[in-house]
């Protein structure tokens, strides 16, 4: 198997993994949201701590308390990627999964928007009727919802921000999650100190099964990052871009058909907007790279070659 194969297997596992995840956090019920995200952070910090312990990378670390502002980044990367896995963990197991689904479809249109924003990028026409259909489509998702689907925008603010962060900061996956999640560690660490003390803790007190898979959760975070990093090396910007759709759907099909939730059609409409504004997105995408390697190819043969920037798997 050549390596650009391996790298699209890596992917599709990963993305597939994370695509399962409404399964796996239901599994870790009657648990509060908070007490499964405050395990996930810390069981995350332990696993990764095995895992550069025995690769005995620990290089990163003086560099990072001696740069302020890598530091400040990193914990405001640990913020907004600890929101982010509260509020889906909470949109699964209040079963609404398909509006967990909804946000990681919209994400990327809300990384082209902080791109404008933020980065001053400038869009193509076909970006921001990309961006536009996707406003429609909320516009329409918030009609039928009765109020504004905010575990949907929550989700994909606080994922592009994220994401916006983390290519600034350039931290390699293992190291970059084992500092954002030893940032939230000490919090987490006082809340469930504070559940056992109050007698509400729902770890160890259950089953078997479920403290096993709240431990387990740290490996669950971890795996699939370090899959997707593997893919990124091995496959396009391009390919990446479109295995990142493979996650929300199969959230979607677990929403629907393993946990009923109602999808009128009103909703599907929504979606139906959405998934236009993404074909959009993904063709200009598409049609964007080729020009910009054909340009290369052209102006240096050798740089044509060269592997594009990545972008970020879902939490």
């Known amino acids: 198997m050549g390596e650009e194969r391996r790298g699209y297997l890596y992917g599709l596992i990963a993305y597939a993994l994370w695509g399962f995840f409404p399964i796996y956090f239901k599994l870790l019920e009657p648990s509060p949201p908070l ?4 395990h996930r952070v810390v069981w995350s ?25 890598l530091l400040g980044g990193v914990t405001l990367a640990a913020v907004l990627i600890g929101v982010n896995w509260a509020t889906y963990i909470y949109g699964v197991n209040s079963d609404r999964v398909v509006e967990t689904a909804l946000g990681y479809f919209i994400t990327p249109l809300v990384v082209v928007l902080l791109g404008v924003t933020v980065q001053r990028e400038r869009l193509s026409i076909w970006q921001w009727t990309a ?12 009609v039928d919802y009765g109020h504004l689907p905010y575990i949907a925008l929550t989700l994909a603010a606080s994922f592009g921000s994220y994401s916006l962060i983390k290519k600034r900061l350039k931290l390699p996956p293992a190291e970059g999650l ?30 078997g099964g479920h ?4 431990v387990l959760s740290g490996v669950a975070t971890a795996v699939p990052l370090l899959l997707f990093a593997a893919a990124a090396n091995r496959v396009p910007l391009v390919g990446i871009g479109i295995l990142q759709y493979v996650a929300p759907i199969l959230q979607l099909a ?23 504004a993404l074909i959009i997105f993904t063709v200009d995408g598409i049609r964007t790279a080729r020009t910009s390697s054909k340009r290369r190819a052209v102006a240096d043969p050798a740089a044509a070659t060269a592997e594009p920037a990545t972008t970020l798997p879902p939490a």
Request: a positive charge; charged letters at 10%.
């Open 35 to 38: 007490e499964i995200l405050a």
């Open 45 to 69: 910090v332990v696993f990764i701590s095995v895992l550069l312990g025995v690769a005995r990378n620990w290089r990163f670390l003086p560099r990072l308390v001696k740069d302020g502002r």
């Open 131 to 142: 961006v536009g259909v996707g406003a429609i489509a909320v516009a329409v998702l918030t």
């Open 178 to 207: 084992f500092v954002e999640s030893a940032v939230l560690a000490l919090p987490a660490l006082g809340y469930l100190a504070w559940l056992n003390a109050s007698h509400r803790a729902e770890f160890g007190h259950v089953s």
């Open 211 to 214: 403290t096993t898979l709240m």
């Open 254 to 276: 677990c929403g629907v058909l393993l946990f009923h939730e109602p999808l009128p059609g009103a909703r599907l409409a929504g979606f139906a907007l959405v998934w236009v």
